[in-house]
């Protein structure tokens, strides 16, 4: 019995373990980055543009900062620019200097595997008249150069690359691809935002024309990012006002915030140097999974990559269904970009670099952080393999074909709606339906009941898994997600769908007291 006791004692001690492999997506804050923040948001609330003293402490304490950014990166404060998010930064680079250019010089050439912060800005542009074409990339993600130097000409006024990729973690030669465009007399852009901490940046030695930074990425705050205009660099605001940061960017300072960004920066050698462990461990975690599953496919490149990010796609293992499982046992992964959650649709990194939709879902994104162990490392690996292995299941699975009239007007089953609201609009849900924020189930727990069966569906049945997981661990005993979603459904059974759907649907309201 004493034996047991301790084997249960010890699986509730690996169940509650909490492991997080998600810092491409965000980073904890630092205890160095919280405590000068903790300083200034209690001793130091003068607004920087004021002439008076506490006005003054927080105009310098701010250019404290901006030295330090500017040290990081290998730039002159002068050409940094806080903003509030590289999001921010990415877009007042684009809409300015096109502005600058257009209508005498109308083409920007970019890549496909940028942030959607670009791709979508990149989008707008199209629709102003400026034309955009995507230089390709191999498999592993690498700008194919000699195709960057034919799509450039007299035309084109901006190149536009990410540094290292945020999904599969590749670095470019950024300074192949600024010596190609100045060749042709074209301005450089660089989002560098997954690579300030992880490997060297040098701005000045690149010759870039812009560069876009956040502090979360770098176990700093949220809410504040940075933008690099080199001299003499066509600029103008996205943001008119004040005139704040040399008149380029308006609004009151966020001194809390920039101070934390430059604190963060201050330890940058430290994690440049402590990211020689961390590929370590990246290395015996691909080993590992390897093991478990043979044929797995390693999607980031053994070289000119981030030593924290692997994307790796298990053949025949639905990445939805696995995320679920890691995240009841207290592990946070992705498949692919933080700023795409809700969505089921493929990532566009992953198709740029030639793998297939299926495949696409069947990948995950692990990026490892300062504070991974090798006990992380072993504690996730032996959940994937317990996963594929098939030695737990937890949530049932129902397919297309399966869900019928008779499941569909069972009063002893509540169906649950976690689609996005674009979806929603989009298509008609499922009859009987209850429709919650999938990002805030948390606060709709007392109106889901726990006696019944519980159904959960998504556009295409990769976002609901996780949620049924999830009210698996929140007690919920019969819980079944739809294999496929709506999307799987309408096209298996268009004529129930076409007959059912969007009868009796209830939109419930979240309880914010929960």
């Known amino acids: ?37 903790n300083q200034v948001l209690k001793n130091h609330y003068g607004n920087p543009s004021s002439f008076y003293g506490s006005g003054r402490k927080s105009a310098e304490l701010v250019e404290q900062a901006r030295k330090h950014i500017s040290q990081a990166i290998h730039a002159d404060p002068s050409e940094v620019i806080f903003t509030a998010c590289a999001t921010e930064s990415n877009n007042a680079v684009l809409k300015s200097v096109a502005a600058h250019f257009y209508p005498t ?11 959607p912060s670009v791709l979508n800005t990149l989008a707008y542009l199209e629709t102003q008249g400026v034309i955009v074409e995507y230089c390709p990339v191999d498999n592993k993600g690498r700008v194919r150069l000699a195709e960057l130097e034919k799509l450039i000409d007299e035309d084109t006024f901006l190149v536009c690359c990410i540094l290292a990729n945020n999904e599969t973690g590749v670095i470019q030669d950024i300074k ?20 300030l901490g992880k490997i ?6 690149w010759d870039v ?7 979360h990425k770098l176990y700093g705050p949220k809410g504040i990012g940075e933008l690099y205009v080199k001299q003499n660099s066509p600029f103008t605001p996205l943001l008119h006002g004040g005139h704040q940061e ?8 966020s001194i809390h915030n920039i101070v934390g960004f430059g604190a963060a920066c201050e330890d940058v050698d430290k994690l440049l140097a402590h990211g020689r462990s961390v590929q370590k461990l990246k290395r015996k975690l691909i080993q590992r999974l390897k093991e478990i599953k043979p044929d797995c496919v390693i999607n980031s490149p053994e070289t000119d990559c981030l030593p924290n990010t692997l994307s790796i796609t298990f053949p025949g293992v639905e990445n939805a269904g696995l995320m679920g499982m890691l995240d009841f046992r207290g592990i946070a992964v992705s498949a692919g970009s933080a700023c795409s959650t809700g969505e089921d649709t493929p990532s566009h990194v992953l198709k740029a670099i030639g793998v297939s939709d299926q495949a696409a879902r069947e990948t995950i994104r692990i990026s490892l952080g300062r504070d991974t162990s090798a006990g992380d490392i072993q504690y996730m690996t032996q959940v994937v393999r317990d996963y594929i292995e098939g030695r737990v299941s937890f949530v049932n699975m129902l397919t297309p074909a399966q869900l019928n009239e008779n499941i569909l007007f069972d009063k002893k089953t509540f169906i649950l709606d976690v689609r996005p609201g674009d979806d929603r609009k989009q298509f008609k849900g499922l009859p009987n339906s209850h429709q919650v924020n999938p990002l805030r189930v948390e606060h709709y727990l007392k109106q889901i009941p726990r006696d019944n069966n519980i159904l959960v569906y998504c556009p295409g049945g990769g976002l609901s898994v996780m ?12 819980v079944t997600n739809l294999r496929g979603g709506l999307d799987g459904w309408r096209k298996r ?3 129930l769908y076409e007959k059912y759907a969007g009868q009796n649907v209830t939109i419930l309201e979240p309880d914010i007291t929960n």
């Open 493 to 495: 059974r268009s004529d």
């Open 246 to 253: 040399s008149g380029l960017r308006a609004g009151t300072e």
């Open 1 to 37: 019995m004493e034996i047991k006791y301790f084997a249960f004692l010890k699986h509730l001690i690996r169940f509650n373990r909490q492991v997080y492999f998600d810092h491409n997506a965000t980073t904890p804050i630092s205890s160095h980055v919280q405590g000068k923040m």
């Open 105 to 115: 010089r109308k083409k920007i050439v970019s890549t496909p595997i940028e942030h």
């Open 200 to 205: 060297p940046i040098d701005l000045h030695a």
């Open 467 to 478: 949620i049924s997981y999830y009210l698996k661990a929140k007690g919920y005993k019969r």
């Open 209 to 215: 024309d812009y560069a876009s930074f956040s502090a």
């Open 176 to 195: 192949a691809v600024t010596n190609i465009a100045k060749k042709h007399g074209a301005l450089v852009l660089t989002d560098c935002v997954q690579a």
